[in-house]
């Protein structure tokens, strides 16, 4: 048989056995959703493979190389025999140093048991989620924002609750929706600021008027704060420093963003002490622990020297202004500066072109990859996200690249 012939076989011998014993889902497996960002990737990836030369604006981690006291600890740890499994809920010496860490930004008293450390910052959404929500309960979750709650919402079966993030408020939420939005149903709240799409920024009023609104309720707010060091106008405000609010907070924060350390995958959730034990077990339930070595870094992240952090914030900063001012100079599209995270959130409306097939045209037009702004929900048509993750050199290729594009098409 030849090599084709081989493959038709192997293909219909495939179908075959697929058709014998079809995949039996759970139902639950319909209603969960995913993250763009990775399917554009691979889109662009194949593009390279064919010769294209694409410009990477989709993706959400910083371009850097992880810090090389922070890698060198890891080796050291390593060598030391931090090779074994863990307390599901971190190393006692990690949680300690992410207590003191969270209490001194935030302001705030924080022990090492309401500390778990998870891998990434993503588990922390699904965790909490997965503890608190459940069929009944009503979730209210930004929107456009980061797809994973949405989905996680979903998948709990969980009434997922919108609030719209408008453009005329730089992405901040409007208080009085909010307001709006919540009945005797609601069980949690998920706020994320600095806000990935949009770099939106809650100011100290924000937070102030969510907690009022929260009031004596008995609803928890899933505060997701992986960005709190990039911040590039003001300070950063967490509602968790807000009087009265900490037991009904689970704060999320990570390495990932921070200390460029996304394949590490290292994050961890700040919550009263009789939930991070539920959590934990479902720590124990699923990873057992977070990797040991890595966790080392982590103290070594914390503790040791930060410039790391503010030259990447300086960087991203620098980054930021020419992506809005050159996105600002194209036919179509208008750019607010964002204020933290490293995203900028066009609103291309003007174009009128759908968001979707906006950025379809620009991968495959222009070579220049970027997601749209549906990628983080239904309030995200008319908008498109290009990540400053790049060099300014790339971003300035993209820029002249989306610019022609637009004057040959709109
Ligand atoms: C808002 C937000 N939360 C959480 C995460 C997850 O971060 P990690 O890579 O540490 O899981 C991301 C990553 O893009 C994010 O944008």
Redesign the pocket.
Known sequence: MNKVAESISARAAAETDATQHPLRLARRMERLGTETAFEVLVKARALEAKGRDIVHLEI?EPDFDTPANIIDAATDALHKGFTHYGPSAGLPELRDTIAQYVGETRGINVTADEVVVVP???PI?FFAILALAEDGDEVIYPNPG?P?YESMINYVGAKAVPIRLREELDFRLDVDELSALINDRTKLVIL?SPQ?PTGGVLEKEDIEAIADIIGDRDIMVLT?E??SRLIFEGEHHSIMSIDGMKERCIL?D?F??TYAM?GWRM?YGIMRADLATHIARLMTNSNSCTASFTQVAGIEALRGPQESVDNMCAEFKKRRDVTVNGLNEIKGFSCRLPKGAFYVFPNIKKTEWRSKKLADALLEDAGVAALSGTAFGDFGEGYLRFSVANSIENIEKALERVGSWADKNL
């Open positions: 959400g990434g910052g993503k959404i980061f994973i994320n990935n997701d992986i960005y999320l990570g990932s963003k996304t994050g």
